[in-house]
């Protein structure tokens, strides 16, 4: 601590100090011991996270900033606090947006007469430690495809399903199958680089993945994807919108999906949520491993959709989360584009569909060859063929 003359002549700040760590774990928490400076300190930055204080009269206060690429929580707490209060219960929790500048929170000095000092503890979560589920919201099957798809583990699984991580699925498909989004949000981590499995050599590159951030402040991970997908971070999508390839990347033993909806605790760390998913009824079903389940609707058309199973919420940014609102895209069989009327999370006006979520109907025919999202040629017979030549060529006349 700097000592300070009664009349404050003097005063220092010095800079917080971080160690920022992986983009799922949380900063190692920092101290700065300083003396509430005159006027504007410089910007004093570690790891992308910056911060300054400024007094005037005897308030004192201190500002964050973010030179990260994604949303990131701040928990202060002011401590060691000689002769001076914080003007809002502590700890101060903030949501920083990348390149955004915001005050973390107000320290007002007792005596002016006197010295005055304090210490700030600090770390930056990439979640809301405070985020609860909204359990009335209702997933839809997070694959698209036309053929049903076991999970090979479900909750609380003999492999890896254990602990933090006990409320995650593992989808086992075949290489290339679509990645649909479960639930509407925006991304906020998007790896597609890696190419290669490590299971087998043990030299792992890590995986490719996709994760989404929800309008309650919980996130959906799409992990063992596909090389270079298209989703992009800050990307908003909805339910039923692609969002990757399915692949083998990472530490796995064959083409899947793992898929876990999870919220950040005040220590970084993930822990899963058990979640349920969309069949049409008011109560959902939970998802178990050893049943196979029907892909759910994509947003792009060639469906038949149910009502209700492209419900929409409200994104982040709005005044809070809540029921699905406006029109919900999708058809009904009988009625090509049609609009449906709202609906809310999880509920539908249709009755229940069989366990599994399934979607209504069957893919319609194209009229001429059309080329998928995953690269495949869908011909007017039906048939589906994996070529880079031209569709119209391998599809025939």
């Known amino acids: ?44 930055c570690r790891a992308k996270i910056c911060q300054r204080a400024s007094q005037r009269g005897e308030f004192v206060t201190l500002e964050l900033s973010s030179r990260l690429e994604r949303a990131t929580w701040i928990l202060l707490e002011p401590t060691g606090l000689e002769n001076m209060k914080p003007l809002q219960p502590a700890p101060w929790s903030i949501r920083l947006e990348p390149g955004a500048t915001q005050v973390a929170g107000i320290l007002a000095v007792q005596d002016t007469r006197r010295a005055h000092a304090y210490q700030v503890k600090w770390k930056a979560l990439p979640g809301n430690p405070a985020a609860v589920h909204d359990d009335r919201w209702h997933y839809r099957m997070p694959f698209g495809g036309s053929g049903m798809i076991p999970i090979s583990q479900g909750y609380n699984g003999k492999f890896t399903h254990k602990g933090l991580d006990a409320y995650a699925l593992d989808f086992p498909m075949p290489w290339g199958t679509p990645i649909l989004a479960s639930r509407g949000g925006t991304l906020v981590e998007v790896i597609n680089d890696k190419v290669a499995s490590g299971i087998r050599t043990g030299e792992s590159e890590g995986d490719n993945r996709v994760v989404i951030e929800h309008v309650d402040g919980t996130f ?22 692609l969002i990757g390839l399915s692949g083998d990347t990472g530490f796995s033993t064959g083409p899947h999906l793992h898929f876990e909806v999870y919220r950040i605790r005040r220590d970084g760390r993930r822990q899963s949520v058990p979640v349920k998913f969309w069949n049409g009824s008011a109560n959902g079903f939970t998802a178990i491993a050893g049943l196979q389940y029907k892909p759910g609707c994509p947003r792009d058309g060639g469906i038949v959709c149910m009502p209700g199973e492209l419900a929409t919420e409200r994104r982040l940014g709005d005044a809070r989360p809540g029921p699905a609102r406006g029109a919900v895209a999708g ?67």
């Open 331 to 397: 058809r009904t069989s009988g009625t090509p584009g049609k609009r449906l009327a709202p609906t809310t999370p999880g509920r539908s006006a249709a009755p229940a569909a069989a366990a599994g979520g399934a979607a209504s109907g069957a893919a319609q025919p194209p009229a001429r060859p059309l080329r998928r999202a995953d690269g495949a040629c869908v011909c007017p017979n039906r048939a589906v063929l994996h070529v880079d030549l031209p569709c119209e060529m391998v599809c025939g006349r």
């Open 1 to 44: 601590m700097h000592a300070a003359s009664p009349v404050f002549a003097a005063r220092l700040v010095l800079p917080l100090v971080a160690a920022l760590l992986a983009a799922s774990i949380a900063i190692a928490p920092s101290d700065a011991r300083a003396e509430a400076p005159a006027a504007p300190s410089a910007w004093q």
């Open 220 to 241: 959906a991970i799409y992990a063992h994807l596909r090389h270079g997908g298209p989703a992009r971070v800050g990307q908003t999508v909805e339910s039923g919108e």
